[in-house]
Every structure is written in C-alpha cells, then in structure tokens.
C-alpha cells in the first residue's frame, strides 16, 4: 500500500474533547466487524473481494462466525487460501480508528488499558492529543514453527528496564510480544498445530478471559483483538495437533476447500497468476483440468492436497515459455508472444515439486503428471471442439506430408507450413478466440487440433531432442 494511504484526513479529531464532540463512540474489534459487515449485507456491498469459489460455502460460516463475534479456525488443506481470506479481514474494520499515539497497544483514548495510559488520560482530560490508525496496520500474523516462544507471541521481561529501576510488577517492564501488539485488531496464526502444545498454553487466557501472563505474574489487560488461526487436517496427526482446551476456546472451525468446478478454478487461474505473455482460453482451460486431474488422482496424496498454487504456477511457467520462444525467435515472432498447447508440457518438471505423490510411486513422478496432461488435453478437445468436421486438419498431413510445431516453431513457420485450412475458423471461435486472430492465436488453435488428434489417435507425432514434434498420418 501507498504510504500516503497511511495519512489521515486532516478532518479527523485531533483531540479526546474534539472526538467526544463528534460523537465517536468506542467499540470493541468484534462489534465493529459485525457492525460493519451487516452494513454491507444489507447495501450488496462486497465483503470479501477476491476471494473465489466460496461465496455459498466457507463465506457464509465465516460471516456467521464474525456476527456471533468468535475467534475462528479455518481448517484446509494447502493452498486453499486461508491466509489471504484471513488478511481480507481487515477490509470490514473501520478505515481510521483513534490510537493514544506511541501506545504499543495502540489503545483507544475512551478505553486506556495501560495503567500508564490511564494516568495520561486523567491528567490531559479533553485535551489528550490522539493520533489515528488505519485499518492495514491493525493486522499481525505469526506462522507458527516449532522455536516460537511464549515471548514470541506474549511478551517477555526488559532486562534493561528492570536494571533501571522498575519493578517486577510494573507492566512497564515487559517487551510485549505479537498478541498484546495485534490489540485493537486481528491477529492470525498460521499453521497453528506446529505451535509447540507449551505454547499453545499460553494462548488459553487469550482467548477466553482475555488477560496475558508474562514470567508469573499476571497482567490484567483486557486485550481486544479477534484471533484468528489456520491449520491443515494432516497436520493433526503427521506434525503436531490444537490442544483440546485451545480448540474449544475457539468459537468456530470453518472448513475450506479447493474450486468446486471448472469455472471457479479458471476464476482463480485468471484473478492470481502473473502472465508475461497472452495464454488463450482453450489452453488456459486445459491447466485448470490438469490442476483438477491431479488434486483427484489416486496416485497423489489426497491428505496433503494440490494446492491452488499448482495451477498458477503452471499458467505462469506456460505464459514464460511462450515469452522465450518469442525471445529466442525475434523475427518470425514480432506478433505479441501467444502460448500454445505445447508449451503445457514444459511445465511439468518445474510442477512436480507442488505435488506429494502416494509411497510406491517415487521416479514415476513425471509419467504420472504426462498422463494426466494429456487427459487434461483430451477433455479440453471433447468440451470444445467435440462433433467439429476437422478434416482440414489431417488433410495438412496427407500423403506423407508432416507439420511440424514445437517450442522453437514460431507461429509464422508454423502458418507458413499448413497454408489456409477449412475449418479454421470454427475451430478458432470453439476456442474463445476472437474473429481477427493474431498469427499467434491462430498457431495456438492449429497446434491444438493437431495434438488432440494425436492424442485420439488420428494423427502420428515424433519429437526431437530440440523441442520440435512432427504430426503425420501413422503408417
């Protein structure tokens, strides 16, 4: 975010008199996200931008959670989005809240906590100066990993502060840790089984009676935060688990989930993945059946899922791939750089990481992911192009004629191979593109028909150690 977003009006209340005066009254977090949240249901107004495939499933949990005002964990397996629905959060707090400027608890000036705080408050009155925090700085997050301390996320004594003279007792002492400093916001836990169960501990009176304890004494700081955690079912039994007592603070446990269709996973494709050059709809269909082929496979474990991410990445690699062969390639290539199907298959090494494959499988990795690319081509070919006459396209390999695509066939080359083609132009309005296609977009159509007819066995295809593959009627 811009830093001048971080400036407040110059309208806002620069005094408690002046806030009392316009009428400001003090909320805790819970009431302002519920007040704030029902405004915006009954206006239609977004709640939660960006966030897709959830709209009828975990949003309306999530929803209910806040209006009951609960702590929450979300529970789901990689790459569902927990995090980024978690830090959408804050877009239902208020734009500005008053702070007492240089507070680390970042108090509201009508409900100090520190006692130091509330002795500023009575001396001042009226005339305390407040500052105002914007609603971006009211987010802290800890991914929870196993040398996390309780001072980490509580707080720990100042030895430098005792040593000048202050006493045990004094709150003054104490370096307070991510929780305390999340007051007057949301603080996130992410991964929360891999918190040691000791630490776990320390988050009991957090939730419940909202008071922290820091080296044996207790602080009676009535913290006013919404805590919210994430964690992933196998993390349950495979690295760690949520201690009883902490689970049943929490007041409710939302279950995520991957896209539950096509569309919502070409949504996701679309909204997240970073594209350096043009990827057409027919091929950026085929990654979302791929991701989904995958996530669904017997041969990949289920516990630990395929994250969403796997289809980004791929869209990503794909678009990269394109942009390389028109680099590669300057002149054949001076249309903007277009992926096509081919290029898919590039993809597949730098995926296999992404994927946790069942035990029994290890070296068939990429055999696996082969298989189920083609599938993802075959189905993309019977969605779109299924009862299409193609016979235009194999009479470009009749008589033992070959044409030949590949990573370092531009799309000019490849045009200048197969001529006009019938058909084409139905081809090429089934694949989403456009009545004008670049020389780009019309390559990604042919090669595309080409390798589907392959793959349905109608057409041959050899590929050379340079990248090229040679479709040809077989014998």
Do not use: C
């Amino acid at each position: 975010m811009d830093e001048t977003q971080h400036v407040p009006p110059s309208d806002l209340p620069g005094t408690l008199g002046a806030l009392r005066a316009a009428g400001h009254r003090y909320r805790t977090v819970k009431d302002e996200l519920r007040e704030n949240l029902l405004d915006r249901l009954r206006t239609g107004q977004p709640r939660f931008p960006g966030i897709v495939g959830y709209d009828n499933t975990v949003l309306p949990e999530v929803e209910r959670a806040l209006l009951a005002g609960h702590d929450m964990v979300l529970l789901g397996e990689r790459g569902q989005g927990k995090t980024r629905l978690i830090r959408s959060l804050t877009g239902l707090l208020d734009e500005w809240t008053p702070v007492i400027p240089d507070s680390p608890l970042h108090e509201h000036p009508m409900r100090p906590v520190l006692p130091a705080s509330r002795a500023l408050v009575a001396e001042t009155g009226d005339d305390l100066p407040i500052g105002w925090l914007h609603r971006s700085l009211r987010y802290g997050e800890k991914l929870a990993t196993p040398d996390t301390s309780v001072g980490d996320l509580i707080g720990d004594i100042d030895p430098i502060r005792v040593a000048q003279g202050r006493t045990l007792g004094d709150p003054d002492t104490i370096h307070f840790g991510l929780v305390p400093r999340a007051n007057r916001g949301i603080f996130a836990v992410n991964e929360l089984p891999d918190l040691a169960e000791r630490i776990q501990v320390s988050l009991l009176n957090v939730l419940e009676e909202r008071d922290i304890q820091v080296r044996g004494y207790q602080l009676r700081l009535p913290l006013d935060l919404v805590l919210v955690a994430s964690a992933n079912p196998e993390d349950y039994t495979n690295r760690g688990r949520i201690i009883t007592p902490l689970k049943d603070r929490f007041g409710a446990e939302v279950r995520t989930h991957y896209p539950f269709d096509l569309d919502l996973e070409l949504a996701l494709i679309r909204q997240e993945a970073r594209l350096v050059a043009e990827i057409p709809e027919h091929v950026l269909e085929v990654l979302a059946r791929f991701a989904r082929a995958v996530r669904e496979s017997p041969n990949v474990d289920p516990r630990s899922g395929v994250s969403a991410r796997f289809a980004i990445a791929a869209a990503e690699t794909v678009a990269a791939a394109a942009l390389r062969r028109s680099g590669l390639l300057g002149g054949d290539d001076t249309d903007p750089p277009v992926a096509r199907v081919g290029d898919t298959a590039l993809a597949v090494n730098t995926l296999r990481g992404k994927v946790e494959f069942e035990s029994g499988e290890e070296g068939r990795e990429a055999e696996l992911l082969d298989h189920l690319l083609r599938t993802a081509i075959a189905d993309t070919y019977r969605a779109r192009l299924a009862g299409l006459d193609l016979s235009g396209f194999t009479a470009l390999v009749a008589d033992g004629r070959a044409v030949t695509t590949g990573e370092l066939v531009g799309a000019g080359e490849l045009l200048r191979q197969v001529g006009p083609v019938p058909g084409l132009a139905k081809v090429l309005s089934r694949l989403g593109i456009s009545d004008a296609p670049t020389p780009g977009e019309a390559a990604a159509g042919i090669e595309f028909v080409l390798e589907s007819l392959h793959l349905l066995r109608r057409l041959g295809k050899e590929s050379t150690d340079d990248g090229r593959n040679r479709y040809r009627i077989e014998g």
